[in-house]
Nanobody, 115 residues
């Protein structure tokens, strides 16, 4: 298993930016997929962005062109740069690590976007 700790959430006005970080307790170089998910008020958890061990990325349609996921294997970290934030981006954001026999989640970080 791997422990994940998210940070960087907060309160921001619409149109602003935030950068979320996810620090892992061990090397993430061999982890097939690292991802960010979110759960808004009264909503189900949804995929925001994923990045594979090879660097391929995939984004939810709602965040394409605004969010960028990246990973730094040397720092055992994954990041989510969020620009042009909208009130509908308000949610708890969770980091996920997924590989064969591995599916770990962080505790989440709150992002609130005011209009």
């Amino acid at each position: 298993q791997v422990q994940l700790v998210e940070s960087g959430g907060g309160l921001v006005q619409a149109g602003g930016s935030l950068r979320l970080s996810c620090a892992a307790s061990r090397s993430i170089a061999s982890i097939n997929r690292m991802g960010w998910y979110r759960q808004g008020p009264g909503k189900q958890r949804e995929l925001v962005a994923i990045i594979t061990s090879g660097g391929s990325t995939n984004y939810a349609d709602s965040v394409k062109g605004r969010f960028t996921i990246s990973r730094d294997n040397a720092k055992n970290s994954v990041y989510l740069q969020m620009n042009s934030l909208k009130p509908e981006d308000t949610a708890v954001y969770y980091c996920n690590a997924w590989s064969f026999a591995l599916d770990s989640w962080g505790q989440g970080t709150q992002v609130t976007v005011s209009s």
